[in-house]
């Protein structure tokens, strides 16, 4: 299985900021993914980060307020643009594990801590 | 559009067996995937479905039913560390002919001993 670690793992942040949280994996995945689980609801995807271009967003995401880079295989980011009370949630990182063709679970879904962030 | 049900909250007793029902409207049907989640803490794989029946994990068991739209999640012998929320999530394919996961609401399971 991956090991995957999120930083920071909370934070307080003003109205009208930026935050960046990172996501770093001990290993080479294909698949990157940043959801985010509001209080009461279901995990909800944001987006997919595809190495070496630019990210997948679902519908209701967008780049300029959910930028996300990922460098290489086994590290990405996300940054939630000029913050609101409404983006107060958990943001998890999850990554699919195994490289294309290659050894390990084709489906299995790893996600990383999470990162509590509150909006005031 | 894509619906996946569960029950809001279940309460079992410690030793007994539960069984949690997901129901699911959704396109795409690529697999049904059953994840534990402590509070606080991120979801954690449970098992995984693509076919109809059962598959067997230990203690938990998962059943699949397509043509039902219909799974569930049985735990045995349960222990008060199996008190936790359970989300359903059904893997679809998208328009982009991606896969993704649609996630359920979980259901809160509670242990009394």
């Known amino acids: 299985s991956a090991v995957i670690s999120q930083k920071p793992s909370r934070d307080i942040c003003q109205r009208g900021t930026s935050l960046t949280i990172q996501c770093q994996v001990d290993s080479q995945v294909t698949m990157m993914f940043w959801y985010r689980q509001q209080p009461g609801q279901s995990l909800t995807l944001i987006a997919t980060a595809n190495q070496g271009s630019e990210a997948t967003y679902e519908s209701g995401f967008v780049i300029d307020k959910f930028p996300i880079s990922r460098p290489n295989l086994t590290f990405s980011t996300l940054t939630v643009s000029n913050m609101s009370p409404e983006d107060s949630s958990i943001y998890l990182c999850?990554?699919?594990?195994?490289?294309?063709?290659?050894?390990?679970?084709?489906?299995?879904?790893?996600f990383g801590p999470g990162t509590r962030l509150t909006v005031t | 559009g894509q619906n996946i049900d569960q029950p809001t909250e279940m309460t079992a007793t410690e030793g007994a067996i539960v069984q949690i029902n997901c129901t699911y409207q959704t396109s795409g049907f690529n697999g049904l995937f059953w994840y534990q989640q402590h509070a606080g803490e991120a979801p954690t794989f449970l098992s995984y479905n693509v076919l109809d029946g059962l598959e067997e994990k230990g203690r938990f068991s998962s059943f699949l039913s397509r043509s039902k739209g219909y799974s569930y999640l049985l735990l045995k012998e349960l222990q008060m560390k199996d008190s936790a929320s359970y989300l359903c999530?059904?893997?679809?394919?998208?328009?982009?002919?991606?896969?993704?996961?649609?996630w359920g609401l979980g259901t809160s399971l509670a242990v009394n001993p």
């Open positions: 999530a059904v893997r679809v394919y998208n328009a982009g002919n991606n896969r993704k996961l649609i």
């Open positions: 999850s990554v699919k594990n195994g490289l294309a063709g290659g050894p390990g679970s084709s489906y299995e879904q790893y």
